[in-house]
Structure formats: structure tokens, C-alpha cells
């Protein structure tokens, strides 16, 4: 439904949400806060199936310099 409305109504959608994989699988972009900080910002297809660059992102051992 939220890829819908993005795409036929050119929409932004703002999910906040611990199911990476999920938000993933739809969206077109992801950033990842930690304590108000945003530690990566990616485009979905850079971070599907890089879940050594998600996890490092959310324990504190990279950024967005990870993804490449």
C-alpha cells in the first residue's frame, strides 16, 4: 500500500520501523538514526541483502562511508 501511494501520488512516506528487511523491500531510500545522529543514508538498493552494513550502522561500528 505505502509503494503505492509513493508511486502513483509522488508522495513521501516517513516509516519509522525496526523491520529492516521490510521497510527495505519498499522503500526507495533508507536512513538510519542513532541518538539523533543519522549514521547512514543510502539508497533501499545499495542496502538490500547488506546486512553486515545495517548492523554495523545500528551497533555503532559504521556509516555510511560502508556502503558501497
Known amino acids: 500500500v505505502l509503494r503505492r501511494l509513493?508511486?502513483?501520488d509522488g508522495t513521501a512516506i516517513v516509516v519509522v520501523e525496526q523491520h529492516v528487511k521490510l521497510v527495505l523491500a519498499?522503500?526507495?531510500?533508507?536512513?538510519?538514526?542513532?541518538?539523533?545522529e543519522?549514521?547512514?543514508?543510502?539508497p533501499a538498493t545499495q542496502l538490500r541483502g547488506r546486512a553486515d552494513?545495517?548492523?554495523?550502522?545500528?551497533?555503532?561500528?559504521?556509516?555510511?562511508?560502508?556502503v558501497e
Open 53 to 66: 552494513v545495517l548492523e554495523a550502522s545500528y551497533f555503532g561500528r559504521g556509516g555510511t562511508s560502508d
Open 6 to 8: 509513493a508511486d502513483e
Open 26 to 36: 519498499a522503500a526507495d531510500r533508507c536512513v538510519v538514526l542513532r541518538h539523533g
Open 38 to 42: 543519522r549514521v547512514l543514508d543510502a
